[in-house]
């Protein structure tokens, strides 16, 4: 069946340092993708999506680039801040036969000063 | 977009009772889900509520131990019913909000959750 694959945690960078969080999926069909965040004692938020190959996702400095060929949709940005800690989850959607998100684990982001 | 509120936010709750979650959204919407995320994990959907009918339950979930409810196109509860310390997770309601303006997808959100722990 359908499946996400990400990092495991926790990340832990320095302010303004360079993020990647890998994730990888598979899935029959052609599932969008998503990027959601969870900041502490909240719930899930939409960060960016994509929906079909070579598409990008962007939002808040965040980036995440659908590669059919090699079934990936990291994110990256490019200089993190102390409020960018929180859970990040990747995950897709495939409609077919009925809407169904399939979640990664999770990655924990810590941002020190 | 939709914004969705939850009651109660968290509770603690003695083993061998039942709790019920509401879950209220500010537009109508078609599709409605409620999900579990255990301590540290990930999300795992619990079921779809439909309105009108019964809901439609992922494997492992049973109504007699999760009953739904769902009497309109705004609203929903979950219980969690018989509860044990296994029971303790955050329960997250979620929607399929409305197609943004000339798009094709729609979007899922999010509620803030309930925390349950149960003792």
């Known amino acids: 069946g359908d499946s996400v694959t990400q990092m495991e945690g926790p990340v832990t960078l320095s302010e303004e340092a360079f993020l990647t969080i890998n994730c990888t999926y598979t899935?029959?069909?052609?599932?969008?993708l998503f990027w959601y965040v969870q900041y502490p004692g909240e719930g899930l938020q939409l960060l960016l999506k994509a929906t079909k190959a070579d598409d990008k996702g962007s939002n808040k400095g965040f980036e995440a680039t659908y590669r059919k060929e090699t079934t990936s949709f990291h994110l990256e940005k490019g200089s993190v801040q102390v409020s960018d800690s929180a859970v990040y989850f990747c995950a897709l959607s495939a409609n077919t036969g009925g809407f169904k998100t399939i979640f990664g684990a999770g990655t924990r982001l810590f941002v020190k000063a | 977009s939709a914004v969705i509120s939850q009651k109660p936010s968290r509770d603690i709750c003695q083993r061998g009772t039942s709790l019920t979650i509401q879950c209220q959204v500010d537009s109508q919407v078609t599709m409605m889900f409620w999900y579990r995320q255990q301590p540290g994990q990930s999300l795992t959907l619990i079921a779809t509520a439909n309105q009108g009918s019964e809901a439609t339950y992922e494997s492992g979930f049973v109504i007699d131990k999760f009953p739904i409810s769902r009497p309109n196109l705004t609203f929903s509860t979950l219980t969690v019913s018989n509860m044990s310390p296994e029971d303790s997770s955050i329960y997250l309601c979620?929607?399929?909000?409305?197609?943004?303006?000339?798009?094709?997808?729609?979007?899922?959100?999010f509620g803030p959750g309930t925390r349950l722990l149960v003792l």
């Open positions: 899935a029959t069909g052609y599932p969008s």
């Open positions: 979620s929607v399929l909000g409305p197609q943004e303006r000339g798009g094709l997808e729609e979007t899922q959100y």
